[in-house]
């Protein structure tokens, strides 16, 4: 792919707008852990997706964004980390952040309409009858409150805080809603979110017992449905869902109340409160050698693989982008939005002609994240984003079901959880003695992969970058 590249002029006007985005992010930023964090260790990772927690001449710990690593590096290298759908790139002698030629790029405003800008981007009006790919914040930190009607990313809306727009998560889940309106609705099949009368929403079954007409304090009758028990509410019986009540009476973070089947009882980030959700599920494992039978890319120069490891687990990365491949449908990229399908990558790395696992890396269908559900639905893509990189460093995953053969997937991991191949007990950089194969395999049965033959475009102690083959 070709990219622009800009003048000195336009790296210098990018660190000053790196620098308006620092200052913004130091109120965005300012109620996560980093900020309490002890430099010059930084160690926190609640920072918000597209920053980083470190430490700064006198003012101790904060959340700045990834492209000050990429204004920082040393060029001609720019190695440097840019946020989502940018890349770092030198630019006369220093190194910048540039987003990617798109269609977006060659519109003519205000119209702006092409749709191909990256994922957290927009196709907007940015002055000179000249259209960019904007992050979607912005829509929301320019707006006007109180009104502040920006948009923002997926799970979060816009909201007037202290007279300044911003965008900030959507609390859900009955346990957490307002009485009495409780208006989630989120409990299980066959019950509602009620108001109990004492200031407190919970799941209700819907259906009249005997239970409603016994005596409080006893409750003693037993006609409740399965999995849930009469209980009395001030001086009334009714039948409450056992688990989603306990858990949501359970103390935060332990959280560790049970819940029904197929979800689980988990501190919902950032409101110090307990809730059952979905259960993130079980992804599939890695088989001992990759498979011979996974899709394509139709032009294998249009895979990229990246890995970073340079001894810091904080600035550890893996980056796999697979871009025209096979033909693929909806049905068998599968359902993560519902927690029906889920996900795992395996890198396997060839030594002495002998394929063998060397890193894996899981993305579990449904769950709830920072800032609201972790898979999102944006027009044909599926969208996963989990900035507490769980369970082993993947912070972004999409995937764009084309059934014409322009089927493309790309995924970003990093930081602590993501387990290098050297921790696995396997070499690094990687042996690379025949290739390099990367795939994608979801618990329906179902493999994207490719394979990167060596030599490799790049391979150091602390960075392997290679294309397709």
Known sequence: MQHHRPCCSSVFALATGLVAILVLSSSVSAQVG?????APACSSTDCPDGFRCVSGAGVGCACIPDALSCVAAGAPVCDGECPPGQVCQDAGGACGCVTPATGCSAATAPTCAPDDCPSGFRCEDIGGAACGCVPD????????????????????????IGGVCACAS???????ASAPQCAADDCPLGTTCT???IGACACVVDL??????????????DDCPQGTSCTAVGDLCTCLVDEPLS???????ACSADCPT????????????????PDEGESPDCTTLPRNDCKQVDRPRHTRLRVIDDGVDAFDSLEWEWFDGAPTTQIEFGDPISAVTNYTVCVYDTIMDTPQLSMTMKAPGGGRCRYGPCWTQRRASMRYKDSARTPDGIFRLRLRPEESGRTSIALGASRGNLSMPDENGMPWPFAQENAVIVQLINDAGDCWGSQYSGPSQLSTPWIFRDKGD
């Open 137 to 160: 914040v912005v829509g929301c930190t320019l707006a006007a409150a109180p009104m502040c009607n920006g948009e923002c990313p997926a799970g979060l809306v816009c909201n007037d």
């Open 208 to 221: 009249p017992t005997g239970c409603l007409q016994a005596a409080a304090p006893a409750c003693a009758v």
């Open 195 to 197: 108001d109990l009368g």
């Open 247 to 253: 858990c949501g009476l359970a103390e935060a973070p």
């Open 34 to 38: 980093c900020t309490t964090a002890a």
């Open 262 to 277: 197929g979800t689980v009882c988990t501190e919902l980030l950032g409101l110090g409160v307990c809730a059952c959700v």
């Open 170 to 176: 959507i609390p859900t889940g009955c346990a957490t």
